[in-house]
């Protein structure tokens, strides 16, 4: 890769997608009161799990000279897409649905299942 970073010029990254507004508002964030932290857990591990295994891949691929890569945007862009085919098929639902402790069909899975939203 190109593109040269020393360590100390990397910070983490800290994004709040689900702001801990469960003290002011109770209805603010469901998943925080509704769905059982074990599960939670649960799918943030297998999560990890995919994230690394994905990783895993395509340092392997790169090191052994099938995969060409000139910047790390282009990595970050190449893993991006990478998970978002697995996630977007059977096979992945499939494999956060078991880790979680699920056995579904593969036929079962709802690839486009319907955001319910409720109205105030």
């Known amino acids: 890769m190109n593109d040269q970073i ?3 010029a990397i910070e983490p990254l800290t994004i709040d997608v689900a702001p801990d507004r469960t003290l002011q508002d109770p209805t603010a964030s469901p998943f925080r009161l509704v769905v059982d932290p074990v599960m939670r857990a649960q799918l943030r591990r297998a999560l990890i799990a995919l ?3 994905h990783d895993d891949q395509l340092a392997v691929h790169f090191s052994e000279g099938r995969l060409a890569l000139d910047s790390y945007k282009e990595y970050i862009e190449i893993f991006a897409r990478s998970l978002k085919e697995t996630m977007e098929s059977r096979e992945g639902v499939d494999y956060l649905l078991r880790s979680c402790g699920f056995e579904v ?3 079962d899975i709802n690839l486009q299942p ?7």
Request: proline residues 0%; hydrophobic residues 25%.
């Open 51 to 53: 994230i690394e295994n």
């Open 105 to 107: 069909s593969l036929d």
């Open 114 to 120: 319907e955001t319910r939203w409720k109205s105030a």
């Open 6 to 8: 020393s360590e100390t």
